[in-house]
């Protein structure tokens, strides 16, 4: 969707032009969502996403085959329809319903006859190191940062809420129950024409502390904005930790990286690169994302074969987010229209709205936190049923647009 900054300081240029051979890395363009004199700050963020807001939010629709827009016929909420597109005052909470929400459409669950993926599919490397945060095991092509990271270090923790049951495991693989959520990950909020929509996202560590991770269909389309993000949102509690709002350049564009073939070829024929970065402002306390509820480690190059993932994703109409234990296999498409190899999960009950959700490899019960290695999205923007997800393969072009979004995060 927004793609980003086109201006980039001195500074950050030959920042970026140390971090692959062959100079600096191109930075993703972006798309208008907002008139550069709008402010949009973690006040601005919660006077708008008010309680009943979130509440009433429809999963983002699916894009249009081919494009890189959301369809004109999108469903619209009725209690978004009727709000000013502007923000508004806050509102004292009040219960919700739940809303109805299609979800994804059954469909037979994979095509007849696998072909050869096409040539522009990623091809698993030899095991990265996780790309690191603020402080991780140097990788083969380093990350700018503010100073080299040396040692290796596990993910992030996250504070233990108050009273946290620390995210109960599914004791059977492949059955998804519903839970209260951990910290690192959370929905989020997007307006798009006169519509509240939402995905799942997730924190990523980063050197600035504040990287947000989801699907690139999520965050597709030139009229989305009011984008913020809320970890561990739940109906009962909707701001545990606040609000923190997808910051905007000088320029009053969204800083969210997307890789631009995904644009311009769309969802399905760019179905491996379903894959978003956002930068998100600080909380209401002036705090950064990360320093606030921890982030997950982002491992690209690895293989698609993981024995143990778990999966979390916010359901359509669920109070509350859902987790799932599973290992993940390698599914390559049939589909002419839709090539490419993916990461493949069977775990039930992941329709609309999980869709950006995390797959956690090497899951710590204790800090709350892994390794990330993929995200509901990818062949058919997740998959045709609820039951099995997909994630696009977090290859040599994810960590490149990782790397371009970290060097875009240095531009103020």
């Known amino acids: 969707m927004r793609r980003l900054l086109t201006v980039v300081t001195a500074a950050a240029a030959a920042a970026a032009a140390l971090m692959l051979p062959g100079g600096a890395l191109p930075v993703a363009p972006t798309e208008r969502a907002e008139a550069a004199s709008e402010h949009w700050s973690a006040r601005e963020a919660t006077a708008f996403w008010t309680e009943d807001r979130m509440a009433s939010a429809l999963p983002v629709p699916e894009p249009e085959p081919g494009s890189g827009s959301v369809p004109a016929s999108a469903p619209v909420p009725a209690a978004a329809a009727a709000a000013s597109p502007g923000p508004s005052p806050a509102t004292a909470p009040s219960p919700a319903a739940d809303p109805a929400v299609p ?29 690191p945060g603020p402080a991780s095991v140097t990788p083969a092509t380093p990350v700018p940062a503010p100073a080299p990271p040396t040692e290796p270090a596990a993910p992030v923790p996250a504070p233990v809420p108050s009273g946290s049951d620390k995210a109960a495991v599914p004791a059977v693989n492949g059955v998804g129950q519903d839970f209260d959520g951990i910290p690192v990950v959370g929905r989020m909020f997007v307006m798009q024409g006169s519509g509240a929509y939402f995905c799942t996202a997730s924190v990523v560590s980063s050197p600035s502390r504040d990287m947000v991770l989801s699907a690139a269909h999520c965050l597709l389309g030139t ?50 690169l379903d894959v978003a970065f956002a930068q998100v402002g600080p909380g209401s ?72 959700g995390p797959f956690l490899a090497r899951y710590d019960a204790q800090t709350m936190t892994g390794d990330v290695v993929g995200v509901i999205g990818g062949w058919k923007t997740g998959g045709p049923t609820a039951d099995t997800s997909y994630s696009s393969y977090f290859g040599a072009e994810i960590r490149k647009l990782y790397q371009t979004a970290v060097a875009g995060a240095l531009v103020q």
């Not at 979800?103 to 030899?126: I, L």
């Not at 609000?243 to 179905?271: C, E, M, N, Q």
């Not at 979390?312 to 109409?317: D, L, S, V, Y």
Request: charged share 20%; hydrophobic share 35%.
């Open 223 to 272: 009229d989305t904005r009011q984008v913020a993000f809320v970890p561990q949102y739940t109906r009962a509690k909707p701001r545990p930790y606040g609000l923190f709002p997808v910051l905007r350049d000088a320029a009053g564009r969204s800083k969210v990286w997307i890789a631009p073939r995904y644009r311009t070829d769309g969802p399905d024929r760019a179905a491996t």
């Open 285 to 356: 306390d002036g705090l950064p994302v990360e320093d606030v509820v921890g982030g997950n480690r982002l491992v690209t190059g690895t293989t698609f074969n993981h024995p143990k993932v778990t999966l979390i994703g916010h359901p359509a109409a669920a109070a509350r987010p859902r987790t799932c234990v599973n290992k993940t296999t390698r599914f390559t498409s049939g589909d002419p229209k839709s090539p490419g190899s993916f990461l493949r999960i069977d775990c039930t009950g992941y329709p609309g709205g999980t869709s950006g």
């Open 103 to 131: 979800v994804r459409p059954v469909a037979p669950a994979a095509p007849a006859a696998p072909a050869t993926p096409d040539a522009a599919v990623p091809v698993p490397e030899a095991p990265d190191a996780a790309v």
